[in-house]
Nanobody, 125 residues
Framework: QVQLVESGGGSVQAGGSLRLSCAAS?????MGWFRQAPGKERDWIAA????????VYTDSVKGRFTISLDNAKNTLYLQMNRLKPEDTAMYYC?????????????????????WGQGIQVTVSS
């Protein structure tokens, strides 16, 4: 069983930065970040292989967002720079447990076994 607790959201002006944190109670194989804007589907943003540190990103955040993991603190981060109004959404931390999966499956919400409660990020223009 993995429990995930997000923190660090809030409001920021366009061009600003925020760092989201996700404290995990267990040691999943993979962790990722998703976001969901009102009236839209939950979209994958980034994922990390906890054992080796490999990271993958969706194109819209490449070069602006960085996913990282502090193994000592068992905490996942999402550093978000050069934020845009279209980044406004509820952000969710997620984890995959139970064994390796193809990296391509990390883009799908259904792959993840555990989810945080979500945290709001609002970017104003």
């Amino acid at each position: 069983q993995v429990q995930l607790v997000e923190s660090g959201g809030g409001s920021v002006q366009a061009g600003g930065s925020l760092r989201l944190s996700c404290a995990a109670s267990g040691y999943p194989y993979y962790m990722g970040w998703f976001r969901q804007a009102p009236g839209k589907e939950r979209d994958w943003i980034a994922a990390i292989v906890t054992g080796g540190g490999m990271t993958v990103y969706t194109d819209s955040v490449k070069g602006r967002f960085t996913i990282s993991l502090d193994n000592a603190k068992n905490t996942l981060y999402l550093q978000m720079n050069r934020l845009k109004p279209e980044d406004t959404a509820m952000y969710y931390c997620a984890a995959v447990d139970g064994g390796p999966v193809p990296l391509s499956q990390l883009l799908a919400a259904g792959t993840y076994n555990y989810w945080g409660q979500g945290i709001q990020v609002t970017v104003s223009s």
